[in-house]
T-cell receptor, first 114, second 117 residues
Framework: AQTVTQSQPEMSVQEAETVTLSCTYD???????LFWYKQPPSRQMILVIR??????QNATENRFSVNFQKAAKSFSLKISDSQLGDAAMYFC???????????FGAGTILRVKS | GAVVSQHPSWVICKSGTSVKIECRSL??????MFWYRQFPKQSLMLMAT?????????EQGVEKDKFLINHASLTLSTLTVTSAHPEDSSFYIC?????????????FGPGTRLTVL
């Protein structure tokens, strides 16, 4: 079974600075999808960024980018120019191409200081 | 974008009563919906996968007689917590698969907070 590990329970970043959230995963599959979701205080889950494992190029979405290291099974999220609205719980998630289930990590609470 | 709604957003009930939570995909058809449970500051725990017109598939350790799931149409799935007890108090989130795209993205509802007194 696949597992997702987020080793940072909490992180803090100063407004306008850059922060990186870590995620590692374990799988025997060669093709899969990886996601970062944001859950703000409203608790609405929001997709931040998605990476297909077959793509070597790291995904980027505006201020959000990932560092996908397939061999190391690592998938970190970099948030540049952090804003107060980025404060939330962030979940890393894995999905096989052969199934629909998402496997979530434990989450990282990100605090943004003004 | 695809929108998923949940109703109610919060509910308080007495111990021993049953509570029904609805999950609707508003602008797309979802052949598969998922139900999650989340405790404060914890991750989402998948309870069951619901497919339209068939029985739900429950994750290990989830009581199927306790958490009844019905997926009667391509836009509606319901979760009924039967004979609720205080330990069932939690945040329940549903999601729906947008089929037809390569990555079958899941769209999440806003969640339902259940408090059992």
């Amino acid at each position: 079974a696949q597992t997702v590990t987020q080793s940072q329970p909490e992180m803090s970043v100063q407004e306008a600075e850059t922060v990186t959230l870590s995620c590692t995963y374990d799988t025997s599959e060669s093709d899969y999808y990886l996601f970062w979701y944001k859950q703000p205080p409203s608790r609405q889950m929001i997709l931040v960024i998605r990476q297909e494992a077959y793509k070597q190029q790291n995904a980027t979405e505006n201020r959000f980018s990932v560092n996908f290291q397939k061999a190391a099974k690592s998938f970190s999220l970099k948030i540049s120019d952090s804003q107060l609205g980025d404060a939330a719980m962030y979940f890393c998630a894995y999905r096989s191409v052969w199934g629909n289930k998402l496997v979530f990590g434990a989450g990282t609470i990100l605090r943004v200081k003004s | 974008g695809a929108v998923v709604s949940q109703h109610p957003s919060w509910v308080i009930c007495k111990s021993g009563t049953s509570v029904k939570i609805e999950c609707r995909s508003l602008d797309f058809q979802a052949t598969t919906m998922f139900w999650y449970r989340q405790f404060p500051k914890q991750s989402l725990m998948l309870m069951a996968t619901s497919n339209e017109g068939s029985k739900a598939t429950y994750e290990q350790g989830v009581e199927k007689d306790k958490f009844l799931i019905n997926h009667a149409s391509l836009t509606l799935s319901t979760l009924t917590v039967t004979s609720a007890h205080p330990e069932d108090s939690s945040f329940y989130i549903c999601s729906a698969n947008l089929a037809g795209v390569s990555y079958n993205e899941q769209f999440f509802g806003p969640g339902t907070r259940l408090t059992v007194l």
